[in-house]
């Protein structure tokens, strides 16, 4: 008998949540960062991209 038992995320020790990039326009949930590979979630999925590849999506606030 298997689980699928979802992995917890592993959140950013600074901010306290998640690290989401964007890896050639999906967003995806950074799990590892290194140097030059990382790894990825995407859709239950672990990957490891290029580094490089990957780009922080910067959240803007609204002015009120």
Do not use: C, W
């Amino acid at each position: 008998m298997t689980t699928n038992a979802a992995a917890p995320k592993k959140r950013d020790p600074i901010l306290g949540q998640t690290s989401i990039v964007n890896y050639f326009g999906l967003l995806v949930e950074l799990i590892e960062p290194m140097e030059h590979r990382s790894l990825i979630r995407y859709r239950d999925r672990d990957l490891v991209v290029e580094t490089e590849d990957l780009k922080k999506v910067s959240v803007l606030k609204h002015a009120a």
